[in-house]
T-cell receptor
Framework: DQQVKQNSPSLSVQEGRISILNCDYT??????FLWYKKYPAEGPTFLIS?????DKNEDGRFTVFLNKSAKHLSLHIVPSQPGDSAVYFC??????????????FGQGTILTVHP | EAGVAQSPRYKIIEKRQSVAFWCNPI?????LYWYQQILGQGPKLLIQ????????DSQLPKDRFSAERLKGVDSTLKIQPAKLEDSAVYLC?????????????FGPGTRLTVL
């Protein structure tokens, strides 16, 4: 059961344009979401998060939008830069029970930003 | 602040052989996670430790995988015997523990190839 899904395996954009990465979830118990960025041969690094009490969180060029009714979130990168080329994972932590903090990840989206 | 350390970075073994991975979390982090990331998929939790106790190992194939965290600091993950489908990147992560969600910091991972 894939509780967090990223249906686009890859995305290619031109430098300076907007990148939009999408994520869907099925578990209504999730109320906090994170985006991680991963370069080759490195571990994932935290990028931005959003709580279910908000519908938008912004940090510089990165904005995450949450639509709870649709169980959908998206990450917007504006403007995109070549250094943003990486794999992006959507994730949701378990905030209840003994597995507190356990992350459920989507499959990832490979973003390529062309100069 | 030193990050999460993992070794080895790469390992190639033949099926039915044994292998062990080591992780040193960030100093003071009580919670330690081992994730398995198969190519094209997101990381999946194998086991979660709180200090030196296991809080979630529901996804750990216990017939071949084992993990320990002696003294609540370093951790080792062992596979014996390895199968072809164990080829993956094994990620270790750690976080502080409190009543609210704390960011997980990931190590660079160990890439295992089983031939």
């Amino acid at each position: 059961d894939q509780q967090v899904k990223q249906n686009s395996p890859s995305l290619s954009v031109q430098e300076g344009r907007i990148s939009i990465l999408n994520c869907d979830y099925t578990n209504s118990m999730f109320d906090y979401f994170l985006w991680y960025k991963k370069y080759p041969a490195e571990g994932p690094t935290f990028l931005i998060s959003i709580s279910s009490i908000k519908d938008k969180n912004e940090d510089g060029r990165f904005t995450v939008f949450l639509n709870k009714s649709a169980k959908h979130l998206s990450l917007h990168i504006v403007p995109s830069q070549p250094g943003d080329s990486a794999v992006y994972f959507c994730a949701a932590p378990s905030l209840r029970g003994t597995s507190y903090g356990k992350l459920t990840f989507g499959q990832g989206t490979i973003l390529t930003v062309h100069p | 602040e030193a990050g999460v350390a993992q070794s080895p970075r790469y390992k190639i073994i033949e099926k039915r052989q044994s292998v062990a991975f080591w992780c040193n979390p960030i100093s003071g982090h009580a919670t330690l996670y081992w994730y398995q990331q198969i190519l094209g998929q997101g990381p999946k939790l194998l086991i979660q430790f709180q200090n030196n106790g296991v809080v979630d190992d529901s996804q750990l194939p216990k017939d071949r995988f084992s993990a320990e965290r002696l003294k609540g600091v370093d951790s080792t993950l062992k596979i014996q015997p390895a199968k072809l489908e164990d080829s993956a990147v094994y990620l270790c992560a750690s976080s502080q523990t409190s009543g609210t969600y704390n960011e997980q910091f990931f190590g660079p991972g160990t890439r295992l190839t089983v031939l």
